[in-house]
């Protein structure tokens, strides 16, 4: 499956949204698509205007791909687990946003996503970032959180 999440703001991400339906045809996954309050049509998609934290860290963990909007906080979720994020920052050229600094925080951490700024693009991102995501098989987080775990019932197995 392909996630994408276009987060909260209160500006349509069309953009995103008619690229995705666009390129789902062609893709050999579903795709389901946090659509926000944006206004696109994706009849080959699942479309969901919001979702719960829950729902949306479970689509993160299940996807072989997410495609995030430049919102720190979706690009650290991705990354946390364990993906390579997609990430295609709105742009206020488009009215996706007041102002670029999507774009610019981006930029500052195009060495840890794969960076779109032309729409046209997606595609091949999207080919890269799973290329990406099997190989660096990083999951930093979930990789602690296993260690510890074991540490614990180690150390609860000791006799007293």
Not at 12 to 23: A, D, G, H, T
Not at 68 to 75: E, L, R, Y
Request: hydrophobic share 45%; proline share 6%.
């Amino acid at each position: 499956m392909i996630f994408a999440t276009v987060g909260t703001h209160e500006d349509p991400f069309n953009r995103l949204i008619v690229e995705l339906e666009r390129l789902q045809p062609g893709l050999a996954e579903p795709v389901v698509i946090q659509s926000g309050y944006s206004t696109a049509a994706a009849p080959h998609c699942t479309v969901v205007p919001m979702m719960t934290f829950a729902e949306l860290q479970d689509h993160m963990a299940r996807a072989r791909v997410v495609v995030t909007h430049g919102g720190p906080a979706s690009i650290m979720q991705a990354l946390a687990h364990g993906k390579v994020p997609v990430v295609v920052p709105r742009q206020a050229k488009f009215g996706e946003h007041v102002d670029d600094h999507q774009v610019r925080f981006s930029a500052r951490i195009a060495d840890r996503v794969v960076r779109v700024l032309d729409i046209g693009e997606l595609s091949v991102a999207l080919t890269t970032a799973a290329r990406r995501s099997t190989a660096s098989n990083a999951n930093p987080a979930a990789a602690f959180a296993a260690r510890f775990d074991g540490l614990c019932e180690e150390v609860l197995a000791r006799p007293r």
